[in-house]
């Protein structure tokens, strides 16, 4: 079974920072785009950011120049480094990735984790 776990989430004050971490597991054969969405109350899940494999990466407007993507791949892990944080980036962040399980031929499967909460406070 494959899963991704987040961890990193906490509450931070306006301007603070955090880091989060999203570790995919399990019988993996190859992971192409991993990224994280959020969902605030009462709202839509959004994109944040996502990376491919060879590092290429892509932002939503409200995030560029703040949060910052990366992976390791030989981890099998996302991260999001999140700074000058605002309270309107308040949400349950999840992290998701295309993975290409073992044993599952050449299909590709999307996958969510459970989501990790992000306070920011005014």
């Known amino acids: 079974q494959v899963q991704l776990v987040e961890s990193g989430g906490g509450l931070v004050q306006t301007g603070g920072s955090l880091r989060l971490s999203c570790a995919a597991s399990?019988?993996?054969?190859?992971?192409?785009?991993m990224g994280w969405y959020r969902q605030a109350p009462g709202k839509q899940r959004e994109l944040v950011a996502f990376?491919?494999?060879?590092?290429?990466?892509k932002y939503a407007e409200s995030v560029k120049g703040r949060f910052t993507i990366s992976r390791d791949n030989a981890k099998n892990t996302v991260y999001l480094q999140m700074n000058s944080l605002k309270p309107e980036d308040t949400a349950v962040y999840f992290c998701?990735?295309?993975?290409?399980?073992?044993?599952?031929?050449?299909?590709?499967?999307?996958?969510w984790g459970e989501g990790t909460q992000v306070t920011v406070s005014s």
């Open positions: 399990g019988s993996i054969f190859s992971i192409s785009v």
């Open positions: 990376i491919t494999r060879d590092g290429s990466t």
């Open positions: 998701n990735a295309y993975i290409r399980p073992v044993q599952a031929g050449p299909r590709v499967y999307n996958y």
